[in-house]
T-cell receptor, first 114, second 119 residues
Framework: AQSVTQPDIHITVSEGASLELRCNYS??????LFWYVQSPGQGLQLLLK??????LVQGIKGFEAEFKRSQSSFNLRKPSVHWSDAAEYFC????????????FGSGTRLQVQP | SAVISQKPSRDICQRGTSLTIQCQVD?????MFWYRQQPGQSLTLIAT?????????ESGFVIDKFPISRPNLTFSTLTVSNMSPEDSSIYLC????????????????FGPGTRLTVL
């Protein structure tokens, strides 16, 4: 069975500082990996995704993530955080075949200090 | 990407009543999913809804409590039946958007959610 771990429940960074949100997954083969963002009172917006190929993927809003097979990780990064980035971030894993639904991590709440 | 709308966006309901949530997509999609997000929690899959077949429910969710309809490729409903305060959650519909080349994109897009409060 697939699973996702986001070890950081809550992170606070200063505006303009760099950001890294951790995500570790468990899956028997090469997974589909996703990062979603949920702003307060909103649905989920896709930030970026990894299916295959280049292990460094670029997303919207200046975010990027790197797939590291050896570490079973897919960490999300941003070089300079903006106040509008304050939100809940979810990492998710999907399967290539069979069960099509996503398995989500528990989420990381990002707070941005002025 | 697919554009998804949900109705209602939020509701406050009395214990013992039922609420039907609608999910509309702007394109035809094969697979639709219903998730629940309890307060302060992550998303949990309730069921997968394919057009023309019975929904497939995850462990812990049953059809009598969460009946689902999928009458066509652009629409689905989820009913939360005989509600209790424990059903207070955000309910999200999602669709799998596959590439035109066939089966490669496999990206899920989410509706804005329905925030349900049960008193």
């Amino acid at each position: 069975a697939q699973s996702v771990t986001q070890p950081d429940i809550h992170i606070t960074v200063s505006e303009g500082a760099s950001l890294e949100l951790r995500c570790n997954y468990s899956y028997g083969a090469t997974p589909y990996l996703f990062w979603y963002v949920q702003s307060p009172g909103q649905g989920l917006q896709l930030l970026l995704k990894y299916f295959s190929g280049d292990t460094l993927v670029q997303g919207i809003k200046g975010f990027e993530a790197e797939f590291k097979r050896s570490q079973s990780s897919f960490n999300l990064r941003k070089p300079s955080v903006h106040w509008s980035d304050a939100a809940e971030y979810f990492c998710a894993v999907g399967a290539h075949t069979g069960r099509r639904a996503l398995t989500f991590g528990s989420g990381t709440r990002l707070q941005v200090q002025p | 990407s697919a554009v998804i709308s949900q109705k209602p966006s939020r509701d406050i309901c009395q214990r013992g009543t039922s609420l039907t949530i609608q999910c509309q997509v702007d394109s035809q999609v094969t697979m639709m999913f219903w998730y629940r997000q309890q307060p302060g929690q992550s998303l949990t899959l309730i069921a997968t809804a394919n057009q023309g077949s019975e929904a497939t429910y995850e462990s812990g969710f049953v059809i009598d409590k969460f009946p689902i309809s999928r009458p066509n490729l652009t629409f689905s409903t989820l009913t939360v039946s005989n509600m209790s305060p424990e059903d207070s959650s955000i309910y999200l519909c999602s669709v799998e958007d596959r590439s035109r080349a066939g089966g490669v994109t496999d990206t899920q897009y989410f509706g804005p959610g329905t925030r349900l409060t049960v008193l």
